[in-house]
Nanobody
Framework: QVQVVESGGDLVQAGGTLSLSCTAS????????MGWFRQAPGKEREGVSC??????NYRESVKGRFTISRDNAKNTLYLQMNSLKPEDTAMYYC???????????????????WGQGTQVTVSS
């Protein structure tokens, strides 16, 4: 049984930093790409970033501020978020996907095995 668990969400001030983690079990972690999505109240879930063995992709609004990484030995995905803005406030989810492509951060449809999310709140 595949399980995905996010952690690290918190309340931070604008301009602050936060690091999210996501652990996955029940699968061969290194064989899959992983992605981060977020969903603000009343809005659609949107892709933030994804990572495979050889590539990363980011949505435009987080480029230069967020960094995705993974540690296959620990079955863990990370999202380092710097220079946080109030508009980054959302529930952040990680999920598993076959490949990380620019198109695969535009839609949630290729993704399986979602976690329950971790809340990030950025105060102004």
């Amino acid at each position: 049984q595949v399980q995905v668990v996010e952690s690290g969400g918190d309340l931070v001030q604008a301009g602050g930093t936060l690091s999210l983690s996501c652990t996955a079990s029940g699968l061969s972690f290194g064989d899959y790409a992983m992605g981060w999505f977020r969903q603000a109240p009343g809005k659609e879930r949107e892709g933030v970033s994804c990572i495979s063995r050889s590539s990363t992709n980011y949505r435009e609004s987080v480029k230069g501020r967020f960094t995705i990484s993974r540690d296959n030995a620990k079955n863990t995905l990370y999202l380092q978020m710097n220079s946080l803005k109030p508009e980054d406030t959302a529930m952040y989810y990680c999920a598993i996907v076959i490949a990380c492509t620019p198109d695969n951060i535009k839609t949630r449809s290729p993704y399986n095995w979602w976690g329950q999310g971790t809340q990030v709140t950025v105060s102004s």
